[in-house]
């Protein structure tokens, strides 16, 4: 395909999973052309625009694949935006940012970054020895928590202790060479998730404070808008912008929040990108975080972030086994009025991987919540 | 591609137009994989699924084609169906039928199947001879439609004629060898349409009835609901569901309607395949046209035509001039709140040629229609 033929901008993907295919699908819907590319073949991204498949971290590759791009994104903070900026052709943006993926994706640089921007956050200490953590741990008391600087998600990579010996112990299997970090433990009520989108000139909107449910340290639902109050739904708002700017995030950024009793926020983390907590942004707002993201890293004007419904719930489709991905009860679920359903197209399902997910809307927060949990519990791949 | 390396169904569409591309984005968000056949490339579905473009009337083609697809449909009643069914693979199924497609081609078939129906239309008559016209129009009165059977859409293909000589010179146009057909004009305040949902099992989902308003012959705008009194709207579902029964209508057909001052609705034609009637239906609806379709041909449960809000505009952006297609406009619209902007990656323009439409939503009509108008307006190809 030859991209000088194109009369619509093409927006380049950096990866090619569920993010890149919903932010390719709302990119197409505006006719712009999308370019993936991935280092391996990834069903989430066949069949949606130009899949280009090769070494991504060689800079022949990078420099073909950013070639007439209007912009170029990424689908996870580990994308070799190293590689691809040293060959950025001249009039090619990547968003976000080199940088603001730099200040995300090691943890103590992050916290580092949120804290001296005045962000209220958990008690962390930056630990490179043994020794360094018991004395935090000390001081905070337990039970704390463990975290990789580097590659930590969905519960891999963190662990919280309840003494000095599963510390030892979670230290060893953890720690890296410049050690972990430590963090005191936030008696939370609730995990809550703030969407921004921000172009590149400061231009933002900001979603509505959602409700995220987590089991076995992994999404489990979302529910929006969350049921808190207004000064905590005014707090989130505030924290979650604010930390998007310390970022200087561009494009959509996730901002994970603990509510706390009193009625404080506390940043969680930051993912410089579309995310879990968003989609049921598709089809229950005006416009979703996905066609957001792709708005604000061409600096297009940005959409209405509203629900077009009064609730919106998510559930999310996990793996359940090992193997060849084969859709069951997918009818079941379509049974069940107003329910979406989104499979990523993942050939191989393994235990809790994404394959897909369930959105919902109505007026009445339980009635959706049970539409899409049956739903999402029909569907086994 | 290698389809039997799929473990997802795959959906044949028959062209490669905007209706096979929205069709192909409601299939794959629920993971099914996509295969279009067209007789030369086609902006819409590049970028979508599998484009095999070839002589879509070569048996062996159409034979590779429908290889591996779970079911297939036409995106136009005018793609090569007739062909297809006699080289569909056993268990492959062609929806809707190719029978359906038959009573639909032909506007004096479709019009005596639906007046043998007990459906109520406009007075016609197949006229084989001027003469028959002639004494068809005496016997209407004055002004009557001259419509060719075959090929006629958007205003191409029908003429209203004031007199007999405006009939002379109307029949030496357009009449084809078994002649034309005549119908009265009808004094009609409203075209409405009413788009149904039907397996081949019969179960079906009627869309709430919509006020299609044209310009020029051309579907301009359509908002749903449409502004009428409940006994109209109840008469325009079973009129609708009734001819698409009548015509065994399986997938989406869409039913075109006159309303007339006393209340009564009449069959305006039969289109079986999503219409520009129902776009508004990928944002305003639970269950979009497009998805619905898919679920129908596929014998899936049918999901919920319901609205999601209170009123849904949409607004067509023609071609107003011949040449390479280059968006221009396009952030003017994407600021205005709450719309969505949908260009179907056509690289040609012509004049008023489909390019794309403008959904807009919300509460207050004359506002929501607005703002659809508005954005619509700013963009220019």
Same mark, same amino acid.
């Given at each position: 395909?030859?991209?000088?033929?194109?009369?619509?901008?093409?927006?380049?993907?950096?990866?090619?999973?569920?993010?890149? @295919?919903?932010?390719?699908?709302?990119?197409? @819907?505006?006719?712009?052309?999308?370019?993936?590319?991935?280092?391996?073949?990834?069903?989430?991204?066949?069949?949606?625009?130009?899949?280009?498949?090769?070494?991504?971290?060689?800079?022949?590759?990078?420099?073909?694949?950013?070639?007439?791009?209007?912009?170029?994104?990424?689908?996870?903070?580990?994308?070799?935006?190293?590689?691809?900026?040293?060959?950025?052709?001249?009039?090619?943006?990547?968003?976000?940012? $080199?940088?603001?993926?730099?200040?995300?994706?090691?943890?103590?640089?992050?916290?580092?970054?949120?804290?001296?921007?005045?962000?209220?956050?958990?008690?962390?200490?930056?630990?490179?020895?043994? #020794?360094?953590?018991?004395?935090?741990?000390?001081?905070?008391?337990?039970?704390? $928590?463990?975290?990789?600087?580097?590659?930590?998600?969905?519960?891999?990579?963190?662990?919280?202790?309840?003494?000095?010996?599963?510390?030892? %112990?979670?230290?060893?299997?953890?720690?890296?060479?410049?050690?972990?970090?430590?963090?005191?433990?936030?008696?939370?009520?609730?995990?809550?998730?703030?969407?921004?989108?921000? @172009?590149? #000139?400061? %231009?933002?909107?900001?979603?509505?404070?959602?409700?995220?449910?987590?089991? #076995?340290?992994?999404?489990? %639902?979302?529910?929006?808008?969350?049921?808190?109050?207004?000064?905590?739904?005014?707090?989130?708002?505030?924290?979650? $912008?604010?930390?998007?700017?310390?970022?200087?995030?561009?494009?959509?950024?996730?901002?994970?929040?603990?509510?706390?009793?009193?009625?404080?926020?506390?940043?969680?983390?930051?993912?410089?990108?579309?995310?879990?907590?968003?989609?049921?942004?598709?089809?229950?707002?005006?416009?979703?975080?996905?066609?957001?993201?792709? @708005?604000?890293?061409?600096?297009?004007?940005?959409?209405?972030?509203? $629900?077009?419904?009064?609730?919106?719930?998510?559930?999310?489709?996990?793996?359940?086994?090992?193997?060849?991905?084969?859709?069951?009860?997918?009818? #079941?679920?379509?049974?069940?009025?107003?329910?979406?359903?989104?499979?990523?197209?993942?050939?191989?399902?393994?235990?809790?991987?994404?394959?897909?997910?369930?959105?919902?809307?109505?007026?009445?927060?339980?009635?959706?919540?049970?539409?899409?949990?049956?739903?999402?519990?029909?569907?086994?791949?």
């Amino acid at each position: 395909m030859n991209s000088s033929s194109h009369a619509f901008p093409t927006l380049g993907i950096l990866g090619g999973g569920q993010l890149g @295919r919903m932010t390719a699908m709302a990119a197409i @819907r505006m006719g712009l052309h999308v370019r993936f590319l991935a280092p391996k073949p990834a069903g989430p991204m066949q069949g949606l625009g130009e899949n280009i498949v090769a070494d991504w971290t060689d800079p022949e590759v990078l420099r073909r694949f950013a070639e007439g791009c209007a912009a170029i994104t990424v689908e996870s903070e580990w994308a070799p935006a190293d590689r691809l900026t040293e060959v950025l052709p001249q009039g090619v943006a990547l968003w976000p940012a $080199l940088e603001t993926l730099r200040l995300i994706r090691d943890k103590g640089v992050q916290k580092k970054t949120l804290a001296d921007a005045g962000l209220p956050l958990p008690d962390f200490t930056l630990c490179p020895t043994l #020794d360094a953590a018991r004395a935090a741990a000390a001081s905070y008391g337990y039970p704390v $928590l463990l975290k990789k600087y580097r590659g930590s998600y969905d519960g891999y990579g963190n662990i919280t202790v309840q003494d000095e010996d599963d510390l030892k %112990a979670g230290w060893e299997e953890l720690a890296d060479d410049d050690g972990l970090l430590v963090e005191a433990f936030v008696p939370f009520v609730r995990e809550l998730a703030v969407l921004v989108a921000r @172009r590149p #000139d400061g %231009a933002h909107v900001v979603y509505p404070v959602s409700y995220t449910e987590q089991r #076995d340290h992994r999404c489990h %639902a979302v529910v929006v808008p969350a049921d808190i109050r207004p000064e905590v739904e005014q707090e989130a708002r505030r924290v979650g $912008l604010a930390a998007v700017e310390a970022v200087g995030g561009v494009g959509l950024t996730a901002v994970e929040l603990f509510e706390l009793e009193d009625g404080r926020v506390l940043v969680n983390e930051l993912a410089p990108r579309p995310h879990n907590t968003g989609h049921y942004s598709i089809e229950g707002c005006y416009t979703s975080q996905f066609e957001n993201h792709v @708005r604000a890293v061409l600096g297009w004007p940005l959409g209405d972030p509203g $629900l077009r419904e009064p609730v919106s719930v998510m559930v999310n489709i996990l793996g359940h086994r090992e193997g060849e991905a084969e859709p069951r009860g997918l009818t #079941d679920a379509l049974a069940i009025a107003g329910v979406a359903v989104h499979l990523y197209g993942k050939s191989e399902v393994r235990s809790n991987r994404k394959m897909g997910h369930v959105t919902a809307g109505g007026a009445d927060p339980a009635e959706v919540r049970r539409r899409a949990e049956e739903a999402a519990g029909f569907i086994h791949l």
